[in-house]
């Protein structure tokens, strides 16, 4: 049998590695949490400086979608480096690895260039405050409430209650009935 396996083996990694393992996932939801709790207090703060002569309810949408998208970034940021601070305590070499997947990131690179387009038109649409989750939109020949908006796609509600997902690349034109009066 495998000596990893034994009972001595298993109590020996549980006791060195097990610990940093349960240490690594401990920090990885206590920096969830913070994130959870503390960033959109720090968006609403500055929006709200930002947008001072804005009803509040348009601020708060503001707050809500950025909110959202920073939340959901942060969160993969930490879920990612949790799982390449854990690797080596399962006998993983991340160099290499590291190397592989710099290697199959550049062939996806090349493959994934509308989702390149994707991300980069989301970040304007989020930079520029076309429109906010709550508002009522047109967008790529769609009109609905924003539902969501990720850096992918913006999620939309029309009246029939068809929920549609568009790519922010194909937002072409993006007409808000609501920016101002909602």
Excluded: C
């Excluded at 930002?50 to 939340?71: I, Y």
């Excluded at 304007?124 to 989750?133: A, G, M, P, S, T």
């Excluded at 913006?154 to 007409?175: C, F, M, Q, W, Y």
């Amino acid at each position: 049998m495998i000596e990893w396996l034994s009972a001595h083996g298993v109590i020996d990694w549980l006791g060195i590695h097990g610990i940093r393992v349960l240490a690594i996932v401990i920090i990885a939801v206590v920096l969830r949490y913070l994130l959870r709790r503390f960033v959109p207090l720090l968006i609403e703060r500055s929006i709200s400086r930002q947008m001072k002569k804005r009803p509040k309810g348009e601020m708060k949408k503001r707050a809500d979608t950025l909110s959202s998208v920073f939340v959901n970034t942060g969160t993969i940021i930490i879920l990612i480096f949790a799982i390449f601070t854990m690797l080596p305590e399962f006998g993983v070499n991340i160099a290499a690895m590291l190397a592989g997947l710099g290697i199959v990131g550049i062939a996806i690179g090349f493959g994934a260039q509308s989702l390149i387009k994707d991300l980069l038109a989301g970040i304007f649409i989020l930079l520029e405050d076309q429109y906010r989750v709550g508002d009522v939109v047109n967008v790529a020949g769609i009109g609905g409430l924003v539902e969501e908006i990720g850096l992918r796609r913006t999620i939309l509600r029309d009246l029939d209650g068809i929920v549609h997902s568009i790519p922010n690349s194909e937002i072409k034109v993006a007409s808000n009935f609501t920016k101002g009066y909602s």
